[in-house]
């Protein structure tokens, strides 16, 4: 079942989405701010985020961007501001739709659906990453050639192919990864990398794709 976060400050939108999304076989999580939705997120994870900009706490669009610093799930944005430059700003942002209050409930469906595909497709990419002489499947959580790797390196390893090219801070990762209690355990992060490159990297010592940014933190380098 598709997960949505819907993120609105007007109960009564939050009501009306959750009835049509549910009724749809949706699975529907709600926040009325940003702090809140970025939270979720965090927890629970969601195939689909749909969001307001003119929330009480954060702007919409620093959310997106808060979104943006660690995942790619699909952002639906949902707004009463109609204007060029408000489209513009959600979508270099990160959004990857924007829908205009009042709207029509089938047309917004029509829209979830439509980045839902495409999201689809992004997906299926995420099924064959070349690393060295090895093949990583993130969707079946599969490595060519047998190789196991441990839950840890697993999950470090998605957030870096999730995001290529992007530098992942070490402050990122150790949060994602042990919690927020851990964000100065740099020496974990050093362990798990260098497991990872003798791995899957043809020459640890010098490697092509798990690339270290000293003092700030990892990239993978298609």
């Known amino acids: 079942m598709t997960k949505i976060l819907v993120v609105d400050d007007e109960p009564q939108i939050l009501r009306a989405l959750r009835i049509n999304l549910t009724a749809r076989h949706y699975e529907v999580s709600v926040a009325a701010d940003g702090s809140s939705a970025l939270r979720q997120a965090a927890e629970w994870h969601p195939d689909l985020v749909v969001l307001d900009l003119g929330l009480p706490d954060i702007d919409g669009v620093d959310v997106i961007h808060g979104l943006r610093g660690w995942t790619q799930t699909p952002i639906v944005v949902l707004s009463g501001r109609a204007g060029n430059q408000d489209k513009i700003d959600a979508l270099d942002a ?5 829908v205009t209050k009042p709207f029509s409930i089938e047309e917004f469906l029509a829209r979830i659906r439509a980045v839902s595909r495409r ?18 499947d993130l969707t079946r959580k599969t490595v060519s050639g047998g190789l196991r790797l441990t839950p840890t390196e ?8 999730r995001s290529p090219g992007k530098l992942i801070s ?18 974990y992060l050093r362990q798990y990398m260098a497991q990872l490159r003798k791995k899957l990297e ?3 010592a010098r490697p092509q794709h798990l690339i ?5 933190g990892y990239r993978y380098t298609p």
Not at 123 to 134: C, N, R, V, W
Not at 154 to 161: A, G, P, R, T
Not at 177 to 187: A, I, R
């Open 170 to 187: 070490q402050r990122y990762l150790l949060a994602e990864v042990w919690g927020s209690k851990h964000v100065k355990e740099t020496h």
């Open 154 to 161: 697993w999950h470090i390893l998605e957030i870096l192919l």
């Open 212 to 216: 270290t940014e000293p003092g700030m």
């Open 94 to 98: 990160g959004a990857d739709d924007y």
């Open 119 to 136: 999201a689809a497709i992004q997906e299926a990419e995420l099924a064959s990453i070349q690393i060295g002489d090895h093949t990583v």
């Open 202 to 204: 043809r020459d640890p």
